[in-house]
């Protein structure tokens, strides 16, 4: 099993065009998970949306999602991970700066269900011992359109 970050969530419940992202989620060998964090985070970015029938549209394919694909496959912030939070909290990034709160219960998370954490984003994660699998998300072209493709073997983080 797998925990996908929110900047695949967005990617799917974007991806009214371009069919790639969600027919990559079909191939899974069991149904991926989330977190609460990345379902806060996609809305937060749906309310964003200046264009009524885009917040709207979007709204209602993240009500999709979560009542189809990620139904009871949301993954809590609980005290295990709150503790594993704190232990992350001093760690700073190769940079030497401290991680965004957001990066860290994500990887909190991912840390204490013992999944991988597949994100378009493994930059974030630097330095931080969890395991990832990148999704290249290809907006380069149409920043609404969300082609993807899954580097299933991708090394991790790596330890800090």
């Known amino acids: 099993m797998s925990i996908l970050d929110s900047d695949v969530l967005l ?9 790639q992202v969600a027919e990559w989620v079909k191939q899974f060998p069991s149904r991926p998970q989330t977190t609460a964090l990345s379902v806060a ?8 949306a ?6 709207f549209a979007q709204e209602r394919a993240l009500e999709v999602l979560l009542d ?32 965004p709160l957001g990066v860290l219960i994500q990887a ?34 149409n920043p609404e359109a969300s082609g993807a493709t899954f580097e299933a073997d991708s090394p991790g983080a790596g330890a800090s």
């Open 68 to 99: 189809g694909l990620f139904n009871r496959r949301v993954l809590p912030l609980d005290v295990e991970c709150a503790a594993l939070l704190a232990k992350l909290s001093t760690a700073k990034t190769p940079e030497g700066v401290h991680y």
């Open 108 to 141: 909190a998370i991912s840390l204490r269900f013992r999944m991988p954490l597949v994100t378009g984003r493994p930059r974030d994660y630097l330095g931080l011992d969890l395991e990832l699998h990148q999704l290249v998300l290809d907006t380069s072209s």
């Open 41 to 48: 985070e996609v809305t937060a970015a749906i309310h964003s």
């Open 50 to 55: 200046s264009h009524p029938l885009k917040h």
């Open 11 to 19: 990617a799917l419940i974007s991806s009214t065009e371009d069919e």
